[in-house]
Structure formats: structure tokens, C-alpha cells
């Protein structure tokens, strides 16, 4: 039985993309709620939190057993239900029309310091291009590296000490991403104004030329995600995105398996929706730009009654420019 659709936004650019729900607009709308989000105090809106289930159990629709981790937990804290996979949300089948799907697409993710484009820092790269080669490498980023992000990825100070300086290894990221450009080639990145936002600010910090921003396509599985679904199905971290679609995502946080999960996301998203699908890199560009600013109203319709900070519409797949908010040092 699919899951009710509540309004789901959440804040971006941020590495980490958790849900919050929208305050409903009648009562008895439901929302979701990221379990890393602090519950709203106030009585209403009525707060459903969604995870994998901890615990073995039943599943509330059909009474089969679900085992650990197997299904998902949804309810209010205090009274859980547990759902097995059969009764949660599934995407469409696969069709064989045609779509930007059909090409080959590059792909590319970092793993950083934290969850601030602007300020944090690239450790780590994966670049997967379009003609089957992978490439990744580390970073000695120069700064310290906070013990919550390297409980994320692992990437210590100790692990990165003799890896190369961030304006070489970074040189390297923006030449693949300009060869890229001139060849015309769509580039996959899970939430690009977090990682787009991020290679802008280490180019601007070590002087290095910008790719030529305006010619990319950016196909961003994230963005796109939302323009489907609405935020209806949940939180929708890559880890979430790729379960739905039934991508193979074992060791997430490790950029090559994050860059190759997030690139199977958008096959699976061309083959399985033919509206979305259909068109050139560049039309769907233009469908992601809309999409997000739906996304970012959606979000700021909430943030303004609670005081949470806005999202700017026009943010994808780069922040708005502000070099003064990048730290140099
Ligand atoms: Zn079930």
C-alpha cells in the first residue's frame, strides 16, 4: 500500500540532505520528518518519522515478518509501525523509449569537511566519465578535519598527509569537468549545489581558472527526485533515493561508490519515466532549474513561519556568486 503523501522539502546546498516536513495547510495533513531533525514543538503539524527498521517485526499492511534493517519504520515516536518492502512505496517499470537516459553520462561526487560549500573542504573525488573509465584521489586539505565528517567517511588528517595539495588535485577535477563541457557530455551529481558549490569555492579559493559553468549539463538525481515525487515518499538522501530504484549502494560515503550509485539513479529514473526522459540534456536542464525553485519555495514556505533560514530558488545548480563568503584560509 503506498505511503501517504505529505509535502517534504529540505535545506540545500548541504552535503547531507535530510528531510523536514511542511507545516500542513489543513488539518490531518501528514508529514515527514527526517529522524535527524529536531520534532516540531508546537502541537500541529502532526510529525511522522520514517527509517529503517531496527528492530525485527511485522508489517503493519500485510503481517509478514520483516527482519532488521529489511523494511521501514513509520508512525509517530512512541507508536511505531513497521512496514515490510512489498508495502512500501515502488517506482514505475522500465520502458524502452527514448531520452537523455540513452546516453552516456559522466559522474562525480567529493566527500568534504562538512556541509558548508563555501567554507568546507574537498578530501576526497571520484570522477566516473563517460567512456568507462574511473578516476578518484584524495586531498590534503590543509585544515582540520572535523571528527563528525570523518566519522562519515573515514578520511583522517593521518590518511591524507602525503596526499596532494588541494590546488593540484583540484586543477585536475575542473580540467575533467571542462573536457566534459567541450564534449558535450551530462555530468551526474546527487545534489550538484552542494558539490558545484563547493569545486566553484575551492577554484576561487586557489586561484584556479572556473570551468565554463554556463555549458554544463548537470543531470542531478536529487532535483529531479523532487520533481517526481514531491517530496512525498519521505526523506530522500542518496541512500534512500537509491533503495527505492533498487540501486546497489554498499559502501556509502566512499565518493567512487556514492558517484556510481547516483549515476545508476538516473538511468534507472530515464528508463522507469518517459515524461521525464524525453528531451535533450538541455531541456532537462531547464526542467531541473524549475524544479528546484519549487523545491526551495516549498521549503521556504515553511522556513519563514518557524524562522529557519531561506533557500535561494535560483541556487541550482550553483549557489548564487559570492565570493566574499569564501574562506581563504
Ligand atoms: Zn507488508
Redesign the pocket.
Known amino acids: ?1 503506498p505511503l501517504p503523501a505529505p509535502v517534504m522539502t529540505t535545506v540545500l546546498p548541504s552535503k547531507d540532505v535530510f528531510g523536514i516536513g511542511t507545516p500542513p495547510a489543513t488539518s490531518g495533513t501528514i508529514v515527514l520528518l527526517s529522524c535527524r531533525e529536531v520534532p516540531l514543538s508546537a502541537p500541529t503539524p502532526t510529525v511522522i518519522l520514517m527509517r529503517a527498521n531496527k528492530y525485527a517485526g511485522r ?6 515478518t ?1 527482519e532488521i534493517a529489511a ?1 521501514q519504520l513509520i508512525g509517530l515516536p512512541g507508536s511505531w509501525r513497521t ?5 512500501s512505496p515502488t517506482p514505475p517499470p522500465r520502458g524502452d523509449h527514448p531520452g537523455w537516459h540513452l546516453t552516456p553520462l559522466a559522474s562525480l561526487d567529493f566527500e568534504t569537511t562538512g556541509v558548508d560549500p563555501l567554507i568546507d573542504r574537498v578530501l576526497s573525488y571520484a570522477l566516473l566519465d563517460d567512456r568507462g573509465h574511473d578516476f578518484s584521489g584524495l586531498v590534503n586539505p590543509g585544515v582540520p578535519i572535523p571528527p563528525a565528517s570523518a566519522a562519515v567517511h573515514g578520511l583522517t588528517a593521518e590518511a591524507l598527509a602525503g596526499a596532494p595539495a588541494p590546488v593540484d588535485a583540484l586543477a585536475e577535477v575542473i580540467a575533467w569537468v571542462q573536457d566534459l563541457i567541450e564534449r558535450g557530455v551530462g555530468l551526474v551529481v546527487f545534489n550538484a549545489a552542494y558539490d558545484l558549490t563547493m569545486l566553484r569555492a575551492e577554484a576561487t579559493r586557489w586561484g584556479l581558472a572556473q570551468p565554463d559553468w554556463d555549458r554544463l549539463f548537470v543531470v542531478d538525481p536529487y532535483v529531479i527526485d523532487w520533481g517526481i515525487e514531491r517530496g512525498g515518499l519521505g526523506p530522500r538522501r542518496l541512500t534512500d533515493v537509491a533503495a527505492y530504484y533498487g540501486v546497489a549502494l554498499d559502501n556509502a560515503h566512499d565518493a567512487t561508490a556514492d558517484a556510481r550509485a547516483a549515476r545508476e539513479i538516473a538511468y534507472e529514473i530515464g528508463r522507469r519515466h518517459p515524461t521525464v526522459a524525453a528531451g535533450d540534456l538541455e531541456s532537462l536542464m531547464l526542467r531541473q532549474v524549475i524544479w528546484f525553485a519549487g523545491r526551495a519555495e516549498d521549503w521556504n514556505h515553511y522556513a519563514r513561519r518557524v524562522g529557519r533560514p531561506l533557500d535561494d530558488p535560483a541556487g541550482w545548480p550553483l549557489a548564487a556568486q559570492d565570493l566574499t563568503d569564501v574562506r581563504i584560509a
Open positions: 500500500m508489517c503493519a499492511e500485510c503481517d509478514v520483516v523494511g512496514i515490510c518492502v512489498a508495502c
